[in-house]
T-cell receptor, first 114, second 114 residues
Framework: AQSVTQLGSHVSVSEGALVLLRCNYSSSVPPYLFWYVQYPNQGLQLLLKYTSAATLVKGINGFEAEFKKSETSFHLTKPSAHMSDAAEYFCAVSGSSNTGKLIFGQGTTLQVKP | SQTIHQWPATLVQPVGSPLSLECTVEGTSNPNLYWYRQAAGRGLQLLFYSVGIGQISSEVPQNLSASRPQDRQFILSSKKLLLSDSGFYLC?????????????FGPGTRLTVL
């Protein structure tokens, strides 16, 4: 069985500060990992995904994530937060089947203070 | 390009009433289709997925059902709504070709059951 745990349901940072959103996974097969962002009252949008090609993955809007197998982690970072980054962020894992099913974490709400 | 539509955008229904939410995808053929529910503070829960017409897999036993009458149409239904059915319902599509497949989400339907 696969699962994802996002540590911290709410994270607050000041504008210009480092953003770090934590995600740990559990998987019995090589995992494929995703980060999605959801702005208020909208659907989800893909930020980036790990497909085993490279452990450091760069995404849109200046975000990146590093896959660390030894720590079973896939934390999301951005060097400098912008007010427009305020949103809810979801980490997800998919398995090896061709159904494309994703298992999502509980989400982390990012607040950016001016 | 591909687009995904959901309607209605918002819905307020009394307990015990029926439900029908519709999702359609344009610009692609034979997509995998997914229904998720997002309840307050509970992340995203996969409800149903479909890999083809008439093929529905249920992830969570409940009073909801799904149907796929056409290749790019996915319907979520209920005969009698419960208070616990309130939430934000998201439809998504993907090619399902590989486990690294990106899912693309619709704008969602906000359902309030009173």
């Amino acid at each position: 069985a696969q699962s994802v745990t996002q540590l911290g349901s709410h994270v607050s940072v000041s504008e210009g500060a480092l953003v770090l959103l934590r995600c740990n996974y559990s998987s019995s097969v090589p995992p494929y990992l995703f980060w999605y962002v959801q702005y208020p009252n909208q659907g989800l949008q893909l930020l980036l995904k790990y497909t085993s090609a490279a452990t450091l993955v760069k995404g849109i809007n200046g975000f990146e994530a590093e896959f660390k197998k030894s720590e079973t982690s896939f934390h999301l970072t951005k060097p400098s937060a912008h007010m427009s980054d305020a949103a809810e962020y979801f980490c997800a894992v998919s398995g090896s089947s061709n159904t494309g099913k994703l298992i999502f974490g509980q989400g982390t709400t990012l607040q950016v203070k001016p | 390009s591909q687009t995904i539509h959901q309607w209605p955008a918002t819905l307020v229904q009394p307990v015990g009433s029926p439900l029908s939410l519709e999702c359609t995808v344009e610009g692609t053929s034979n997509p995998n289709l997914y229904w998720y529910r997002q309840a307050a503070g509970r992340g995203l829960q996969l409800l149903f997925y479909s890999v083809g017409i008439g093929q529905i897999s249920s992830e969570v036993p409940q009073n909801l059902s799904a149907s796929r009458p056409q290749d790019r149409q996915f319907i979520l239904s209920s005969k009698k709504l419960l208070l616990s059915d309130s939430g934000f319902y998201l439809c998504a599509w993907g090619t399902g070709a590989t486990p690294t497949d990106t899912q693309y989400f619709g704008p969602g339907t906000r359902l309030t059951v009173l």
